[in-house]
């Protein structure tokens, strides 16, 4: 397992949830939800300069079946961006079922859908970057996929 703090990053047509990790890779937790038109790449700039992470990951939306949709892309289009924006390793990980996942968790917590909209996307960050965590100790390999600054992939 690598030694480092990871970003985590749940791209949202409106806002983009932000989760970190410690030092030690073992526990994600939530950090804020950003705007996705105001202000996202310098809230991403800020995040990077104050938690300097070794990684960030960036959830890749895909079909139940594996088939890539339109937030697909758009995940790939804001991974891209963020690759060319700063001096840290993108990657891209499957993320179906996330923000479900999220969702029944703070259902079942208490909170209803109109309280939860402000913590929603911090939560499936949290569960993102958490899946991420867990493939890296049981494979021992990075999770996803490493993209490259001119927007392609490795």
């Not at 939530?30 to 300069?49: N, S």
């Not at 049981?138 to 992939?153: C, I, K, M, Y």
């Amino acid at each position: 397992m690598r030694i480092g703090v990871r970003l985590g990053v749940d791209v949202g047509t409106a806002r983009v949830g932000i989760a970190r990790c410690d030092g030690h890779g073992i526990l994600a937790t939530p950090v804020e939800t950003l705007l996705r038109r105001k202000g996202m790449m310098a809230g991403i700039h800020r995040l990077v300069a104050e938690w300097k992470p070794l990684e960030i990951v960036v959830g890749l939306p895909l079909a139940l079946s594996g088939s890539e949709t339109a937030s697909t892309e758009d995940s790939r289009r804001v991974a891209a961006l963020i690759a060319r924006a700063v001096a840290v390793p993108v990657r891209l990980v499957d993320e179906r079922l996330s923000t479900v996942s999220a969702a029944r968790s703070l259902r079942e917590s208490g909170r209803t859908a109109r309280t939860s909209r402000s913590v929603i996307d911090q939560a499936a960050a949290v569960t993102l970057l958490q899946y991420a965590l867990d493939h890296e100790k049981s494979r021992g390999e990075a999770p996803g996929e490493l993209v490259v600054p001119d927007g392609g992939h490795a």
